[in-house]
Protein backbone atom coordinates (compact mmCIF):
# COMPACT_ATOMS: atom_id res chain seq x y z
CA UNK A 1 0.00 0.00 0.00
CA UNK A 2 1.53 3.53 -0.86
CA UNK A 3 1.37 5.20 2.78
CA UNK A 4 0.55 8.97 0.29
CA UNK A 5 -2.91 7.00 -0.87
CA UNK A 6 -3.68 5.73 2.96
CA UNK A 7 -2.71 9.31 4.18
CA UNK A 8 -5.24 11.27 1.16
CA UNK A 9 -7.76 8.42 1.78
CA UNK A 10 -7.64 9.48 4.92
CA UNK A 11 -7.77 12.90 4.81
CA UNK A 12 -10.88 12.35 2.20
CA UNK A 13 -12.81 10.12 5.19
CA UNK A 14 -12.73 12.96 7.28
CA UNK A 15 -14.21 15.38 5.13
CA UNK A 16 -16.69 12.80 4.49
CA UNK A 17 -17.44 12.48 8.11
CA UNK A 18 -18.01 16.20 8.92
CA UNK A 19 -19.71 16.73 5.70
CA UNK A 20 -22.22 13.28 6.45
CA UNK A 21 -22.72 14.53 10.20
CA UNK A 22 -24.01 17.83 8.88
CA UNK A 23 -26.49 16.46 6.68
CA UNK A 24 -27.53 13.81 8.76
CA UNK A 25 -28.27 16.52 11.72
CA UNK A 26 -30.11 18.71 8.96
CA UNK A 27 -32.29 15.32 7.63
CA UNK A 28 -32.88 14.68 11.12
CA UNK A 29 -34.30 18.40 12.47
CA UNK A 30 -36.38 18.40 9.39
CA UNK A 31 -38.22 14.83 11.06
CA UNK A 32 -38.59 17.45 13.84
CA UNK A 33 -36.00 15.32 15.66
CA UNK A 34 -33.82 15.83 18.59
CA UNK A 35 -30.43 16.45 17.17
CA UNK A 36 -27.33 17.77 16.97
CA UNK A 37 -23.60 18.03 14.86
CA UNK A 38 -22.20 15.76 17.65
CA UNK A 39 -24.95 13.67 17.13
CA UNK A 40 -24.91 13.41 13.20
CA UNK A 41 -21.00 12.61 13.46
CA UNK A 42 -21.53 9.67 16.15
CA UNK A 43 -23.43 8.22 13.89
CA UNK A 44 -21.49 8.62 11.04
CA UNK A 45 -18.35 7.93 12.81
CA UNK A 46 -19.80 4.19 13.71
CA UNK A 47 -21.57 3.75 10.38
CA UNK A 48 -18.07 4.52 8.39
CA UNK A 49 -15.48 2.44 11.05
CA UNK A 50 -18.00 -0.52 10.02
CA UNK A 51 -17.80 0.02 6.58
CA UNK A 52 -14.08 0.23 6.73
CA UNK A 53 -13.67 -2.89 8.37
CA UNK A 54 -16.17 -4.47 5.88
CA UNK A 55 -13.69 -3.07 3.10
CA UNK A 56 -10.68 -4.15 4.96
CA UNK A 57 -11.86 -7.28 5.14
CA UNK A 58 -12.93 -7.86 1.73
CA UNK A 59 -9.28 -6.26 0.47
CA UNK A 60 -7.17 -8.80 2.41
CA UNK A 61 -9.04 -11.78 2.03
CA UNK A 62 -10.99 -11.86 -1.91
CA UNK A 63 -8.17 -11.28 -3.96
CA UNK A 64 -5.77 -14.27 -2.23
CA UNK A 65 -9.07 -16.25 -1.91
CA UNK A 66 -9.74 -15.74 -5.72
CA UNK A 67 -6.10 -16.78 -7.16
CA UNK A 68 -6.30 -19.89 -5.03
CA UNK A 69 -9.54 -20.77 -6.79
CA UNK A 70 -8.14 -20.31 -9.69
CA UNK A 71 -10.42 -17.74 -11.14
CA UNK A 72 -10.75 -15.94 -15.04
CA UNK A 73 -10.92 -11.90 -14.95
CA UNK A 74 -14.58 -12.31 -16.13
CA UNK A 75 -15.44 -15.09 -12.99
CA UNK A 76 -13.28 -12.28 -10.86
CA UNK A 77 -15.69 -9.16 -11.96
CA UNK A 78 -18.91 -10.81 -11.92
CA UNK A 79 -17.77 -11.94 -8.15
CA UNK A 80 -16.79 -8.03 -7.34
CA UNK A 81 -19.79 -6.59 -8.58
CA UNK A 82 -21.96 -9.53 -6.32
CA UNK A 83 -20.01 -8.49 -3.59
CA UNK A 84 -20.71 -4.53 -4.29
CA UNK A 85 -23.94 -5.02 -4.22
CA UNK A 86 -24.12 -6.74 -1.08
CA UNK A 87 -21.81 -4.14 0.30
CA UNK A 88 -24.76 -1.68 -0.96
CA UNK A 89 -27.13 -3.43 0.98
CA UNK A 90 -25.48 -4.14 4.00
CA UNK A 91 -24.49 -0.39 4.42
CA UNK A 92 -28.11 0.38 4.32
CA UNK A 93 -28.75 -2.32 7.27
CA UNK A 94 -26.42 -1.02 9.12
CA UNK A 95 -27.50 2.46 8.46
CA UNK A 96 -31.43 2.01 9.79
CA UNK A 97 -30.31 0.51 12.42
CA UNK A 98 -27.55 2.78 13.45
CA UNK A 99 -29.37 6.14 13.13
CA UNK A 100 -32.23 4.28 15.00
CA UNK A 101 -29.92 3.00 18.10
CA UNK A 102 -28.31 6.78 18.17
CA UNK A 103 -31.62 8.95 17.78
CA UNK A 104 -33.96 6.38 19.17
CA UNK A 105 -36.90 6.75 16.53
CA UNK A 106 -39.27 4.70 14.55
CA UNK A 107 -37.56 2.57 11.52
CA UNK A 108 -39.15 4.53 8.70
CA UNK A 109 -37.38 7.97 9.73
CA UNK A 110 -34.38 6.10 10.32
CA UNK A 111 -34.68 4.38 6.91
CA UNK A 112 -35.55 7.80 5.23
CA UNK A 113 -32.45 9.65 6.64
CA UNK A 114 -30.40 6.18 5.58
CA UNK A 115 -31.42 5.98 2.05
CA UNK A 116 -31.02 9.94 1.25
CA UNK A 117 -27.57 10.01 2.82
CA UNK A 118 -26.68 6.76 1.14
CA UNK A 119 -28.05 7.80 -2.45
CA UNK A 120 -27.15 11.20 -2.11
CA UNK A 121 -23.45 9.97 -1.32
CA UNK A 122 -23.38 8.20 -4.94
CA UNK A 123 -24.65 10.85 -6.67
CA UNK A 124 -21.72 13.03 -5.31
CA UNK A 125 -19.39 10.15 -5.93
CA UNK A 126 -20.81 9.93 -9.38
CA UNK A 127 -20.15 13.69 -10.32
CA UNK A 128 -16.51 13.55 -8.96
CA UNK A 129 -15.75 10.56 -10.20
CA UNK A 130 -17.11 11.85 -13.89
CA UNK A 131 -15.39 15.60 -13.21
CA UNK A 132 -12.17 14.00 -12.32
CA UNK A 133 -12.29 11.77 -15.77
CA UNK A 134 -13.16 14.20 -17.78
CA UNK A 135 -10.18 16.75 -16.43
CA UNK A 136 -7.89 14.49 -16.03
CA UNK A 137 -8.78 11.42 -17.46
CA UNK A 138 -7.86 8.87 -14.73
CA UNK A 139 -9.91 6.59 -12.45
CA UNK A 140 -9.62 8.21 -9.23
CA UNK A 141 -10.31 4.58 -7.16
CA UNK A 142 -6.71 3.10 -8.45
CA UNK A 143 -5.06 3.09 -5.30
CA UNK A 144 -7.09 4.51 -3.00
CA UNK A 145 -8.44 1.84 -0.50
CA UNK A 146 -10.65 3.16 2.39
CA UNK A 147 -12.20 5.38 0.02
CA UNK A 148 -13.64 2.87 -2.68
CA UNK A 149 -16.76 1.79 -0.84
CA UNK A 150 -18.57 5.02 -0.43
CA UNK B 1 -34.87 -22.14 -28.46
CA UNK B 2 -31.50 -20.36 -28.53
CA UNK B 3 -31.43 -16.85 -28.25
CA UNK B 4 -27.99 -14.35 -28.90
CA UNK B 5 -26.83 -11.95 -26.26
CA UNK B 6 -28.61 -8.79 -28.28
CA UNK B 7 -31.40 -10.74 -27.55
CA UNK B 8 -31.15 -11.24 -24.28
CA UNK B 9 -29.80 -8.00 -23.31
CA UNK B 10 -33.06 -6.77 -25.13
CA UNK B 11 -35.40 -8.77 -22.75
CA UNK B 12 -34.06 -7.79 -19.59
CA UNK B 13 -33.72 -4.19 -20.62
CA UNK B 14 -37.28 -4.10 -21.33
CA UNK B 15 -38.08 -6.22 -17.78
CA UNK B 16 -35.64 -3.12 -16.13
CA UNK B 17 -37.76 -0.31 -18.28
CA UNK B 18 -41.02 -2.17 -16.97
CA UNK B 19 -40.04 -2.11 -13.00
CA UNK B 20 -38.99 2.00 -13.73
CA UNK B 21 -42.40 3.01 -14.85
CA UNK B 22 -43.98 1.17 -12.21
CA UNK B 23 -41.02 2.89 -9.80
CA UNK B 24 -41.73 6.41 -11.04
CA UNK B 25 -45.31 5.86 -10.43
CA UNK B 26 -44.95 4.32 -7.02
CA UNK B 27 -43.67 8.38 -6.60
CA UNK B 28 -47.53 8.95 -6.46
CA UNK B 29 -47.47 7.10 -2.68
CA UNK B 30 -44.19 7.85 -1.67
CA UNK B 31 -45.57 12.20 -2.36
CA UNK B 32 -48.82 11.55 -0.29
CA UNK B 33 -46.85 9.64 2.45
CA UNK B 34 -44.41 12.00 2.86
CA UNK B 35 -46.63 15.44 2.88
CA UNK B 36 -49.05 13.54 4.75
CA UNK B 37 -46.15 12.89 7.18
CA UNK B 38 -45.46 16.89 7.38
CA UNK B 39 -49.08 17.30 7.88
CA UNK B 40 -50.17 18.84 4.51
CA UNK B 41 -52.74 16.52 4.14
CA UNK B 42 -54.10 16.78 0.95
CA UNK B 43 -56.13 13.85 -1.35
CA UNK B 44 -54.64 11.45 -3.39
CA UNK B 45 -55.27 13.65 -6.73
CA UNK B 46 -52.89 16.14 -5.48
CA UNK B 47 -50.06 13.65 -5.72
CA UNK B 48 -51.35 12.08 -8.81
CA UNK B 49 -51.24 15.44 -10.17
CA UNK B 50 -47.88 16.62 -8.85
CA UNK B 51 -46.26 12.57 -10.48
CA UNK B 52 -48.15 13.34 -14.14
CA UNK B 53 -46.53 16.59 -14.49
CA UNK B 54 -43.61 15.40 -13.18
CA UNK B 55 -43.90 12.62 -15.30
CA UNK B 56 -44.80 14.79 -18.55
CA UNK B 57 -42.10 17.26 -18.29
CA UNK B 58 -39.18 14.29 -17.76
CA UNK B 59 -40.71 12.58 -20.95
CA UNK B 60 -40.92 14.92 -23.35
CA UNK B 61 -38.46 17.69 -22.21
CA UNK B 62 -35.59 15.77 -20.70
CA UNK B 63 -35.60 12.54 -22.37
CA UNK B 64 -36.21 14.24 -25.57
CA UNK B 65 -33.19 16.82 -25.47
CA UNK B 66 -30.94 14.06 -23.69
CA UNK B 67 -31.61 11.99 -27.31
CA UNK B 68 -31.41 15.15 -29.08
CA UNK B 69 -27.54 15.25 -27.51
CA UNK B 70 -26.78 11.47 -27.67
CA UNK B 71 -28.06 11.31 -31.56
CA UNK B 72 -25.62 14.43 -32.32
CA UNK B 73 -22.96 12.80 -30.85
CA UNK B 74 -23.59 9.47 -32.73
CA UNK B 75 -24.07 11.58 -36.10
CA UNK B 76 -20.96 13.07 -35.96
CA UNK B 77 -19.16 10.25 -35.34
CA UNK B 78 -18.02 11.06 -31.56
CA UNK B 79 -16.22 8.87 -29.93
CA UNK B 80 -18.20 6.17 -27.72
CA UNK B 81 -16.15 6.84 -24.42
CA UNK B 82 -17.26 10.45 -24.89
CA UNK B 83 -20.60 9.22 -25.92
CA UNK B 84 -20.99 6.80 -22.28
CA UNK B 85 -19.80 9.95 -20.56
CA UNK B 86 -22.06 12.22 -21.84
CA UNK B 87 -24.74 9.82 -20.91
CA UNK B 88 -23.53 9.57 -17.69
CA UNK B 89 -23.80 13.51 -17.37
CA UNK B 90 -27.27 13.82 -18.90
CA UNK B 91 -28.09 11.26 -16.12
CA UNK B 92 -27.42 12.69 -13.36
CA UNK B 93 -28.12 16.47 -14.75
CA UNK B 94 -31.36 14.82 -15.23
CA UNK B 95 -31.59 13.34 -11.57
CA UNK B 96 -30.40 16.88 -10.38
CA UNK B 97 -33.27 18.76 -12.28
CA UNK B 98 -36.42 16.21 -11.43
CA UNK B 99 -35.11 16.46 -7.70
CA UNK B 100 -35.85 20.23 -8.07
CA UNK B 101 -38.86 20.26 -10.43
CA UNK B 102 -40.70 17.61 -7.65
CA UNK B 103 -39.68 20.15 -5.10
CA UNK B 104 -40.89 23.20 -6.90
CA UNK B 105 -43.90 21.14 -7.85
CA UNK B 106 -44.76 20.19 -3.97
CA UNK B 107 -44.05 23.33 -3.22
CA UNK B 108 -46.68 24.75 -5.22
CA UNK B 109 -49.16 22.09 -4.86
CA UNK B 110 -49.05 21.68 -1.32
CA UNK B 111 -47.68 24.58 0.22
CA UNK B 112 -45.05 23.81 1.73
CA UNK B 113 -41.61 25.72 2.95
CA UNK B 114 -39.18 25.49 0.59
CA UNK B 115 -37.10 23.35 3.12
CA UNK B 116 -39.60 20.66 3.77
CA UNK B 117 -40.50 20.85 -0.17
CA UNK B 118 -36.88 20.09 -0.72
CA UNK B 119 -36.54 17.13 1.57
CA UNK B 120 -39.89 15.46 0.29
CA UNK B 121 -38.42 15.81 -3.01
CA UNK B 122 -34.92 14.28 -1.49
CA UNK B 123 -36.93 11.62 0.14
CA UNK B 124 -39.22 10.76 -2.92
CA UNK B 125 -35.99 10.67 -5.19
CA UNK B 126 -33.83 8.94 -3.15
CA UNK B 127 -36.11 5.54 -2.56
CA UNK B 128 -37.06 5.25 -5.98
CA UNK B 129 -33.05 5.50 -6.96
CA UNK B 130 -32.53 3.20 -3.94
CA UNK B 131 -35.53 0.16 -5.49
CA UNK B 132 -34.18 0.78 -9.04
CA UNK B 133 -30.30 0.15 -8.15
CA UNK B 134 -31.63 -3.06 -6.31
CA UNK B 135 -33.87 -4.02 -9.27
CA UNK B 136 -31.12 -2.96 -11.42
CA UNK B 137 -28.56 -5.15 -9.18
CA UNK B 138 -30.76 -8.01 -9.05
CA UNK B 139 -31.01 -8.36 -12.63
CA UNK B 140 -27.84 -7.99 -13.33
CA UNK B 141 -26.90 -10.59 -10.83
CA UNK B 142 -29.79 -13.16 -12.58
CA UNK B 143 -28.04 -12.03 -15.68
CA UNK B 144 -24.51 -12.86 -14.83
CA UNK B 145 -25.61 -16.29 -13.71
CA UNK B 146 -27.57 -16.99 -16.69
CA UNK B 147 -24.94 -15.78 -19.44
CA UNK B 148 -21.49 -15.16 -17.39
CA UNK B 149 -21.34 -11.37 -18.76
CA UNK B 150 -22.39 -8.59 -16.54
CA UNK B 151 -24.72 -5.71 -18.09
CA UNK B 152 -24.97 -2.02 -16.61
CA UNK B 153 -29.26 -0.87 -16.74
CA UNK B 154 -28.81 2.01 -14.07
CA UNK B 155 -26.30 4.81 -13.73
CA UNK B 156 -25.97 4.42 -10.25
CA UNK B 157 -26.23 1.25 -10.38
CA UNK B 158 -22.17 0.02 -9.57
CA UNK B 159 -21.23 3.51 -7.63
Sequence with gaps: MDPISILVDIVILIIILILRA???????????????FRRGFLVNLVWIIFLVVINLLIIFIAPPLFIGLSLTMDEITSIYIIIGFLIFIINVILGIFIVHSFYEKEYWGSSVVTIIVVISERVIMLIIFISIFFFFRVIFTEGFYLFTPF | ?????????????????????????????????????????????????????????????????????????ITI?????????????????????????????????????????????????SIQVFIRIIVANVLNIIFILNTGHYFSFYVFQFF
Design chain 1, 22 to 36: LYTNWLATKLKWVSS
Design chain 2, 1 to 73: MIYNISDIIFIYNTIYIIFSYIILFGGIFLTKFFTDKFECRKPYKTAVLVNVIWFLITFFVFSFLSGLITGYL
Design chain 2, 77 to 125: GADVVLISIVGVINSVIILIINFLVIALLIKVFYKTGLKDSIFISLAVI
